[in-house]
């Protein structure tokens, strides 16, 4: 020990000694502001809405205007994209013209006010729908879109974990006779007899119960269902398939694990 300390402060080596606790700070100080810059990764805008003139023609009817605005968000983030102001009324020519968002896109006949999507760690283009809807008298005019309440949010990737899955039982054949609660694997999900069957195909529901709670494209799913998708749990609002959690109004996504 007495030479460890002797040759550390030896005045030949102290500068050199120095120059590695300078170098071992640095590299401590860069480490730390990486962590924190990772800790902090949250959704943005990678190009915003920029104003756009609208001509509205002679003729009756509402418009609907398209746009788009694109999000970088990491992968397994939950992004929801929004107007705080979601109607806006502009006096033009002694008429009116009043823009709604309805943030679908235009071509779907269900629309929300707000758009939700899970993050790919990649750019994500989304489209925005507005409806403006003219009076009479503003016919034939243009008008500037400023859609500039404009708010994202984001939030980190859910904790909740689904049911596993257990592959040591059959897989379902459909020559097989099951008799009640009898469970078989099929698409790598459990499904529970309620009753006796022959030839009936699990993902079709019918006299099986699906065990498994983890979301899948191949079942389908009926109103207040609860699924885990993406660390988050979910629940149907009417029957459903296809529909990913996330990216169709059908899921509500509840909070908490339980």
Known sequence: ?????????????INKNCNVVKKLTLFFILLLASLNLNASTTCQFTSQLIPDTVSISPDWGDYYFETSVSVFCPAGFKFKIELEQKTVTTTLNDGKVTSTFLGATCDSNT????????????????SLCFRITPTSDARGESIIFYPSTLSLYSIEPGSCKPKQVDYSKPEWNENS???????????????????????NIPTAGGPWILLSDSWSSVNSYNAKSIVVHN????????????????????????????
């Open 1 to 13: 020990m007495q030479y460890f300390f002797t040759s550390f402060f030896n005045h030949d080596n």
């Open 111 to 126: 629309h929300l006010n707000y758009i939700e999507n899970i993050g790919t760690g990649e750019q994500q283009s989304t």
């Open 177 to 199: 006779i099951y008799n009640t609660n009898d469970i078989v694997l099929h698409k790598d999900q459990n499904y529970k007899a309620k009753y006796w069957t022959q030839g």
């Open 231 to 258: 660390g988050r749990k979910w629940r149907a609002k009417w029957w459903t398939e296809g529909d990913e959690p996330g990216t169709n109004e059908v899921w509500e996504l509840l909070s908490g694990c339980n």
